[in-house]
Structure formats: structure tokens, C-alpha cells
């Protein structure tokens, strides 16, 4: 049975659902909170949700896909096919808060959906994600050093289709992060980078050379770079900076910090302007829906903390991505970093500049900025402290 009712924003999560409710709704009583708001008509509403939901989504039965009438349940009826009722593509979608609020709205249109491209092939974004799964294993368990050989590409298609050729998915990261316009111009000077290091107490560290990036001999492996290739690891602010460096349990220790600015103009891939996956309902974005889905699941995986006993292995697949990014992506627009999301501090930013020790100097506001050709950072003056732990 269909019911009618007037309802309020405050029961969705979508930006645009509570957009569109607020500019088209009247001041009334919301029937399910009571309270008097701006509200819209269930049945209006349905009618709009529906044209954004058939854009991606649509009857299995209808589209032709394989029927098993002997099954009890309707979403078991298909065959290899996942099918999910309309009240549940309306909270995943939208953010319903309710389920008894989902089936009013779905009672206005068909029950049962699912997406448009899994009927006979996998959908967009799964081809890239499990592109994405198979580059993982092969870039560490295969076949590392003559990976990109262009006669290796042969080796790792799939015959179905089932996924992207893990030889091609850093292509498709490239892609993807033009497409969603993820750089960020930072001009000279713009650009404030705390880096910190631990040490032992009294040690004197606070210049350019020693607290920048590592020599390449001393370099490490790191989430973004291999041993050996000397990167400069930063946050945005002292805090995250300090959580992303402190071990505890080094007695008789102190972290300095210092504050670099950039003496180049920087382009930077930055992973903490991706918003999530577009709205439904934005009509200019839902081509970019597969290539988001993408990207938020790469970024899910990227983000995971790394632990102390976890194998050098784990390391590989992002130290790939991100000399994939430095040097492919370059040749289109010259990139010199990324911005990423701290894992040790939430709501903290870190970043990785592709800058070496020998690009790195003391602030030195005398020499005039054109005489920098090969530098990239200085160490902003009397901008270092020192704390115990």
C-alpha cells in the first residue's frame, strides 16, 4: 500500500536530497519527526529519486537476465547476479535513515534493481578495483623489475573481461585523478610543511640538511618510496606531524620540528580533495561514478596502516603507484608530490614531495629566489622546536 505523507531533509544523508527538499518544499509538519520543517511529498520525492536511481539501475528481469522461477525469493531468481530490493538502493544511495522510510518511497516505483552494467559483465568500477587487487599480486609476487615491458601485457589479460589489465591500472589511476581534479597549484612560498624527527636527547638537528629529507644512502623504505630514493615526508600541521613520527617507547628521546617553504611553484596530486563517490543525482557527475568508486576503494587500501612487523612486500604496490605518478603522469602535467590523509592522526593531512637532500637549503631571503634552479625547499628560520617525549 502507497502512503503519502510530507517528510524533511533531516531523514537523508545526500547533499542533494536535502538540497532539493529544502528548495522545493513547503513549511509543514513532518510526519515522521514531528516537527514542523520544510518538507516534500514522499510521492514527489519518489518521482525524482526514481529518474536518478533507473540512471544506473534497472529491473534484472526486464533487461533479459537469466530466471530461476523455482527460487522462493525474488532477489534469488537471477542467477549469478546480485540483486538488491529498492529500499536498500535507497539508503546506500541516498542515505535514508529508516528502512520503513526507504519502502514508502520505493513503494512508488519497482522493488527490485540492480546496476545496468552487472547483468552479463561486471560493472565499471569492479573491473577497476579488481584490476587494482591483481596488480597487488603480481607487482609482488610475479613480476616486479620488467613489469611495464610492453611484451609482458599479453601475460596478464583476462579472457572475460573481469578486470582491467593490471598492466593498464596505473593508467586508469592517472585517469582517474585528472578526471576528478585532484592537483593542487601551490605558488612559491605558498606551501607551510612541518617535518619532524626523533633523536636522542641533546642531539643538534635543527638545519636544512639533517631534518629535510634523507640522503639517498639513508633513505628507508616508506609507504611512498623504496630504500634507497630519498623523498621529503611532511604534514600540514605540527600535531599530525608529531603523531606520524613518535615512537613512545624510545626512552631519552626529543622530537624537533621545523617549518619548509616551497621556493617553486608545486603541483601536487592531492588525495584529500576527493569528496566520495557523486550523488545520484547530480546529472553532470554520474559519469564520474565508476572512475570515484575506483579511486575511493584505492585510497581505502592505500590508507591502511602499516605495521612494524608487516613485510617489506606491503610497501611495494603504493612505492609503484607513486613513482608511476612522479614520472608517467609528469609527462601531461609536471606533478611534484601528493597529499594524502594521516592514518596515525584522523583529520590530519600529510604529504610527500619528490625533493632529495640536495634540494633542500636554509632560508636565505638575501639570494634572490631565480638562483634556486635546482631547489625546491628551504627551512624557515626560527622555526625550530624541540620536545621530550
Excluded at 79 to 84: E, L, Q, T, Y
Aim: aromatic share 12%; net charge negative.
Amino acid at each position: 500500500m502507497m502512503k503519502n505523507y510530507p517528510i524533511c531533509s533531516k531523514h537523508f544523508e545526500d547533499p542533494l536530497v536535502i538540497s532539493h527538499i529544502k528548495s522545493s518544499g513547503q513549511k509543514i509538519k513532518c510526519a515522521i519527526c514531528k516537527k514542523k520543517a520544510i518538507c516534500v511529498e514522499v510521492r514527489d520525492l519518489a518521482e525524482v529519486l526514481e529518474e536518478a536511481v533507473l540512471s544506473e539501475y534497472d529491473d534484472p528481469y526486464s533487461r533479459g537476465a537469466p530466471y530461476d522461477k523455482e527460487q522462493t525469493f525474488y532477489e534469488d531468481r537471477f542467477p549469478g547476479i546480485s540483486v538488491s530490493y529498492t529500499e536498500e538502493v535507497l539508503q546506500g544511495e541516498f542515505g535514508v535513515d529508516d528502512g520503513d522510510i526507504a519502502a514508502d518511497i520505493a513503494a512508488f516505483f519497482e522493488h527490485a534493481y540492480l546496476s545496468t552494467q552487472s547483468i552479463w559483465t561486471p560493472e565499471e568500477h569492479e573491473r577497476l578495483i579488481d584490476g587494482w587487487q591483481e596488480f597487488k599480486e603480481v607487482i609482488k609476487h610475479k613480476i616486479r623489475f620488467l613489469f611495464f615491458r610492453p611484451e609482458h601485457r599479453k601475460r596478464f589479460e583476462n579472457p572475460y573481461g573481469d578486470f582491467v589489465n593490471p598492466f593498464d591500472i596505473l593508467d586508469e589511476v592517472c585517469s582517474a585523478i585528472t578526471r576528478l581534479n585532484l592537483i593542487t597549484r601551490f605558488p612559491i612560498r605558498q606551501l607551510k610543511i612541518f617535518r619532524a624527527q626523533q633523536h636522542t636527547t641533546g642531539e643538534k638537528i635543527g638545519y636544512a640538511k639533517r631534518l629535510g629529507s634523507p640522503p639517498g644512502y639513508l633513505a628507508k623504505d616508506n609507504r611512498m618510496s623504496p630504500a634507497g630514493i630519498s623523498m621529503f615526508y611532511g604534514a600540514f600541521d605540527p600535531d599530525t606531524c608529531f603523531y606520524e613520527v613518535a615512537d613512545t617507547s624510545w626512552t631519552g628521546s626529543e622530537i624537533t620540528t621545523g617549518t619548509f617553504t616551497n621556493l617553486k611553484a608545486l603541483n601536487l596530486i592531492d588525495f584529500t580533495k576527493f569528496k566520495g563517490v557523486p550523488s545520484l543525482l547530480d546529472k553532470s557527475s554520474r559519469g564520474k561514478r565508476a572512475v570515484a568508486k575506483f579511486i575511493q576503494s584505492f585510497l581505502r587500501d592505500v590508507a591502511i596502516p602499516i605495521k612494524p612487523d608487516d613485510k617489506i612486500l606491503d610497501y611495494i604496490p603504493t612505492q609503484v603507484v607513486t613513482e608511476y605518478l612522479r614520472y608517467v603522469l609528469s609527462t601531461k602535467m609536471k606533478v611534484h608530490g601528493l597529499i594524502y590523509r594521516s592514518v596515525k592522526n584522523p583529520g590530519g593531512k600529510c604529504v610527500v614531495l619528490f625533493v632529495d637532500n640536495d634540494q633542500i637549503v636554509e632560508d636565505r631571503p638575501e639570494i634572490e629566489i631565480t638562483t634556486y634552479s635546482e631547489l625546491f625547499l628551504s627551512l624557515v628560520e626560527e622555526s625550530i622546536t624541540t620536545q621530550s617525549l
